[in-house]
């Protein structure tokens, strides 16, 4: 019986933290260029003592000693729809890559291609941190937009008024590159991971929405809250059980 507990304590936690990846998934459901998270669970056997070595024992403590956990969340990385904005400034990528963007925690990426050009003159997100442009020109080197008209080509380089002015880099991951997404459309990578683009290209005045399905999140939101609720009441029954237990049968001892 306390096992049941324990397994129930287990499945109501895993629900709990899968409960707020869903819910952080909806609240970016209009962030552009977001990237939502799946969750994965595991089975996590509790053994206390030696095994049981009956089939029906075997079969007995795999079922009550057998625990669901949350293993952990992958990005979705599924393109989100591409919408027209005719901005000049604003810019989509076509296939796997992303914008590298220095933060104050370092360099991050991220596929929010909603730039607009800062008091000094340096090509900046939404959030003003600076996008970064060729690493030829070194690891963390911006681009400098003076005023003119804006073109901006598939490959990224970056030309005001027909005069190159520099070239927004465009990066690439191999699959299976553990991805974290830290809010906000930004992602950070493990050092080293980041290669330049091969198979990703940029569209000039569009940007691409969260790949957030509204309906399907709402779904997956409504079944992980009565999937707690029932571990919840679980938990519960033998709670009342434990103290029934206490209160008769221990009393008798």
Known sequence: MDSGFYASC????????????AAHNLANLNTTGFRGQQTT???LMAVSGPAVQSVLGNVLNSATNNFGVLEGTHMDMTAGSM????????????????FAVQTAGGTRYTRNGSF????????????????????????????????????IASDGTL????????????????PGTKLISEGQ??????????KPAQQSALKQGALE???????GSVITLI??????????????????????????QLAKV
């Open 185 to 194: 459309a930004l992602i950070a990578a493990p050092e080293g991971s980041a």
């Open 223 to 248: 079944g992980v809250q009565r999937q707690a609720e029932m571990l919840q009441r679980a938990m519960s029954l033998f709670d009342t059980e434990f103290n029934q237990i206490a209160s008769t």
């Open 41 to 43: 669970f595991q089975s």
């Open 116 to 151: 607009h050009v800062s008091s000094s003159g340096v090509l900046v997100t939404a959030a003003g941190d600076p996008v970064l442009g060729d690493p030829a020109l070194g690891a963390k080197s911006v681009i400098n937009v003076p005023a003119g008209a804006v073109s």
């Open 83 to 98: 919408e027209a904005t005719g901005n000049p400034l604003d810019v989509a990528i076509e296939g796997a890559g992303f």
């Open 159 to 174: 030309s005001v008024n027909g005069a190159v002015a520099g070239s927004i880099q465009l990066v690439e991951f191999a």
């Open 10 to 21: 287990a499945g109501l936690r895993a629900q709990s933290q899968a409960l707020e990846v």
């Open 209 to 215: 929405s969260s790949n957030v399905n509204s309906i």
